[in-house]
């Protein structure tokens, strides 16, 4: 903001965003994600959740009733690096005790692409209206 010109927010507002970000209520779930998370464990598949997100992520998800699903959850923020970078895949993999090539990536960034492919994973990018 100060790029533009402006002044940054006040610490007790950004607080409230960061906050307020966490509450489940502002979040949306594609259709049809619930149940294919369902079909794939049904189907005997580890699933991690790889995010750039941070540590509201394990929250939100339980709070969307998506974490039963997942084996794993690595942020960004803990793992020490954001995608591209290679090492939270790496923390996944070790999370779920799998190499590379038995592993999937699902993502709907470059940064999603770029970073499975660095730690050797194959990559389908999901594309939303």
Known sequence: MQAAGGSPAPEA?????F???????LW???????EHLQ?????GLALAVVSNFDSRL???LE???LAPWFTAVVVSSAAGAAKPDPLP??????????EPQQVWHIGDSPE???GARAAGLRCLLIRHP
């Open 39 to 43: 079909r794939w464990r049904e189907q």
């Open 58 to 60: 394990i929250a939100l």
């Open 28 to 34: 949306r779930v594609y259709p049809g994600v619930a």
């Open 63 to 65: 709070g969307l009733a």
């Open 19 to 25: 906050e307020r970000y966490a509450d489940p209520s």
């Open 13 to 17: 507002l950004r607080h409230e965003l």
């Open 112 to 114: 999603d692409e770029a």
């Open 89 to 98: 895949f790496q923390r996944a993999l070790e999370a779920l005790e799998l």
